[in-house]
């Protein structure tokens, strides 16, 4: 849900992408559960958090097995909710309930278990009515909502609990918060926005860095052919870092936009040399037509119009 890399773009579509990335707790198990209504009533108002490590010893008799918190339960909880959705708080604890039956656990870790469960559904009731939605470009208010947010966090879940649940996106949150904040810096330039993104993603867990790293290549491959013009050198760059398959498919790439560019401008310039040519507008106009049917695919007659739209494009800028 989390993966997306700011680097490169205008920085009002940074803070829209953005906000959509940190402040979203998993829409689509969220939405199914009402956010008013009778059906949040079977819930204590007054949720007492505990962990695993409190629960009483099972019984002798008692031979299944013990639960332990880990870091897949959120996954396991959002997937659950996601396969039943539809059904109210009360309708959703129950299937709940009935699944744990089947998996084995002791009374005890059972007990627990669909009591944590339940903390997590009336948590996300809580959260879809969550005060002071952020707007997509108030940086400020994002931050508070995210404050909020982990405030009702912690108000539902105890430490061990909050630490296997929830530690890991936070982290996530914070780092992304981060960027957004250099992202939205107008002292920067992109150049210097850009290499301060980049520092900040290598300081990232091993396992958030992998989530980054196709975007990453891709801004360096982008960044390598920039840099060097020599259709050569630039392979030669490019293969040192990726490999001589990524280096010749950007090559074929390369090849592939040049004549394309140089099919538009041919055409640009026969154009506007036929707009000279003293014909009246109509026949002009009938010419050009017949010329870009013949010479263009109707795909690339949108991109064509696009081009001739935008001259930066073709480098004329």
Known sequence: ??????????????????????????????????AEGSSTATFSSDPQPFSASQLPSANAEDSGQEFSLHYGLKAEFDLFIFEHEGESPTALTEAYTNA??????????????????????????????????????????????LEARNDLRHTFFSADEYHYLFSKDAQYDDAA????????????????????????????????????????????IDSLAKTYENP?????????????????????KAQVQSEWLARVKAFEQWKNDLVESGLTPEEASKLIADRRNRDFSETEQRRLRVFLENPALLGDE
């Open 1 to 34: 849900m989390r993966k997306l890399l700011l680097i490169g773009m205008p920085g009002v579509v940074l803070g829209i992408l953005l906000y959509l990335v940190v402040v979203d707790e998993n829409k689509d198990s969220a939405a199914v559960l009402p």
């Open 177 to 220: 918060l981060a960027r957004l904040r250099i992202a939205s810096d107008a002292s920067l330039s992109d150049e210097e926005k850009q290499r301060l993104i980049e520092t900040q993603l290598a300081t990232l867990p091993a396992d958030q860095q992998a989530s980054f790293a196709p975007s990453l290549a891709v801004n360096r």
């Open 232 to 252: 050569e050198t630039r392979y030669q760059a490019i293969a040192a870092e990726f490999g001589h398959d990524v280096a010749q498919r950007m090559q074929e």
């Open 100 to 145: 744990v039956v089947k998996r084995g656990f002791t009374a005890d870790s059972q007990a627990y278990l669909e009591a944590l469960f339940a903390r997590y559904v009336q948590y996300k009731v809580e959260l879809e009515t969550l005060d002071g939605q952020a707007e997509a470009q108030d940086i400020n208010a994002i931050a508070s909502r």
